[in-house]
């Protein structure tokens, strides 16, 4: 399973590697806590997601294909599936813009405030589950599941590239694909502009249906959404949309920031729990056949680990003891009691584990602001 391991791999290189750019070599700030987030917010669970949205895929087009594509050669039958996949994307991102059950879930792709790269895959758990009745017309029309995974992670990675930072405008490219300079508009708070160029890979989508917008503000702008501020739990960022969709006002509990840990102690455990996603997907895949309790378990504890990863950005003492259980649990139970064998295991574990016992111990802590002023004593 390394081929679907490796673009976990290409994406965290890229991310970072981006934002050491952008903080030592152009002096730009970088908030590392929310970088943390973008890449913790929906990575782990959105892959038992985009399991099921390839799972779904796969049995209509075994049992369900008009096989209208089976005659037409190699070479456009592929140019169609790339055409008609971005095509599937575009009313898909528009809807998700003007549905409000399916801005629910879009909305927290929009609520980073800082467009770099790690936007790109900044998601709610939910985004491969709205996607899965816009592609389920390619698999009717006879486009093979190998073709679309292809086609899918092509289009994913163009996407990924539209929200670095560093690129500027691309010339002639500029009025065919969408580009860091068309995405940027997408991004900006006013709705003017945020509901302008919702193509994935060609703009000419756009240009079309009447939704491209060439151009930032030219007066000063920020980008996000209004609103309450987004939790750093990636639970609650995916669900607190839903709640406010069904008008529900209960919200998390505040936290005073006590424990908050520092934006070094929070990259580190994240980096290491992405050690053991990355060999979550190289040993079980997409991980629908011969599911066992073993895969379901560790699966579980890498979600509940992105969690309190969450609630230590946002200061919360039970994500510390969370997070010292959980980083523990994994080697005594997968190592300990299950005997796993392999080198990397062992190792990722027993490191994980380490980081767990030392945030606990109070190593990491964001320093707190010395109080001024007026005593509350």
């Not at 989508?205 to 939790?231: A, M, Q, R």
């Not at 969690?307 to 039970?318: D, I, N, S, V, Y």
């Amino acid at each position: 399973m390394s081929e679907l391991a490796m673009p976990i791999l290409f994406m965290l290189f890229v991310v970072i590697g981006e934002a050491l750019v952008l903080q030592y070599a152009q002096r730009r700030q970088v908030n590392w806590h929310d970088l943390v987030f973008n890449l913790n917010s929906g990575h782990i669970m959105l892959w038992l997601f985009r399991g099921l949205e390839i799972t779904c895929y796969g049995y209509v087009a075994a049992h369900f294909s008009l096989g209208l594509l089976d005659t037409w050669p190699p070479v456009l039958m592929w140019l169609f599936a790339l055409l008609a996949w971005d095509f599937g994307f575009y009313w898909l991102h528009r809807l998700h813009h003007y549905l409000r059950v399916l801005w629910a879930v879009h909305v927290v792709h929009h609520q980073g405030e800082h467009f770099n790269l790690s936007l790109g895959v900044r998601n709610s758990w939910y985004s491969s589950l709205t996607s899965i009745p816009f592609f389920l017309v390619l698999a009717l029309l006879g486009v093979p599941l190998s073709v679309f995974v292809t086609v899918s992670i092509l289009h994913y990675s163009i996407q990924l590239f539209n929200h670095n930072a560093l690129t500027p405008k691309l010339g002639l490219l500029e009025k065919i694909l969408v580009t860091p300079a068309h995405h940027r508009v997408h991004h900006v708070k006013d709705l003017a502009y945020s509901n302008k160029n919702f193509g994935g890979s060609f703009i000419f989508w756009d240009k079309l249906f009447g939704t491209f917008c060439p151009n930032l503000p030219e007066t000063p702008f920020v980008y996000g959404v209004s609103g309450d501020k987004p939790s750093a739990n990636p639970f609650w960022a995916s669900n607190l949309p839903f709640l406010r969709y069904l008008r529900l006002s209960w919200r998390p509990k505040a936290t005073t920031g006590r424990f908050r840990c520092s934006a070094l102690s929070v990259f580190s455990g994240a980096m290491l729990l992405f050690t053991l996603v990355i060999g979550y997907v190289y040993q079980y895949g997409y991980g629908y056949s011969d599911v066992n309790w073993p895969q379901m378990t560790l699966l579980v504890l890498l979600a509940l680990g992105s969690m309190a990863l969450g609630g230590m950005t946002e200061g919360h003492r039970w994500a510390i003891v969370a997070w010292l259980v959980i980083t523990l649990s994994i080697p005594l139970l997968f190592i300990g009691y299950l005997g796993w064998p392999q080198r990397y295991w062992q190792i990722a574990m027993a490191i994980i584990a380490l980081h767990g016992v030392c945030v606990a111990l109070g190593w990491g802590r964001a320093k707190q602001p010395v109080p001024t002023g007026v005593s509350h004593g």
